[in-house]
């Protein structure tokens, strides 16, 4: 069981947006939370896999509204909505690693950090070396001299 303040910690809701999908889904699926009226709201697992589905879907366009009423035909017909199947699933994106693919995303990763190699050697080259007799002068000074200096001198 979580609290509206676990869910402010582990979805990035603020107080209200956890506290609002709290209420919608204790509305709309009341055995799922336990709590609330002057007390504090605890959402079920159940109910937190409500939550999830029910940030998916806002993250999709849905107003909360509709998608607790999509929720809602989802689990009577335990399918999801028509808008959804026509989606990529997954399954049907993710690409089979067989041996071509494999070779091609080597010579990939091995073209890429060519390219780092030699942008990193262009960044070498255009870092201006140390300069090994400013550290000499001021070896033999301490920070209150080498600050006076620094302050005595002219503005340019």
């Known amino acids: 069981m979580q609290s509206i303040k676990d869910l402010e910690k ?18 709309h699926f009341g055995g799922e939370v336990k709590g609330g009226e002057n007390s504090k ?8 896999t409500i939550l999830q589905r029910l940030l998916e879907l806002e ?3 849905y107003a909360p509204a509709e998608a607790v009423r999509i929720i809602e035909e989802e689990l009577d ?3 999801k909505p ?10 049907q ?7 071509d693919y ?9 073209f890429l950090r060519s390219q780092l190699e030699e942008r990193d ?15 000499k002068v001021l070896a033999d000074k301490s920070f209150w001299q080498v600050f006076k200096e620094w302050f005595q001198q002219p503005v340019a």
């Open 10 to 27: 582990n979805y990035g809701l603020s107080y209200w947006k956890a506290r609002k999908r709290v209420v919608l889904i204790s509305e």
């Open 41 to 48: 709201y605890w959402l079920t697992d159940n109910g937190l």
């Open 59 to 61: 993250d999709g366009g």
């Open 77 to 79: 017909n335990d399918t």
């Open 82 to 91: 028509k808008a959804d199947q026509n989606e990529p699933n997954e399954k």
């Open 93 to 99: 994106t993710k690409p089979k690693l067989t041996p």
């Open 102 to 110: 494999v070779d091609k995303l080597e010579d990939e990763i091995q």
């Open 121 to 135: 050697k262009q960044i070498q080259q255009l870092l201006p070396k140390p300069d090994q007799s400013y550290d």
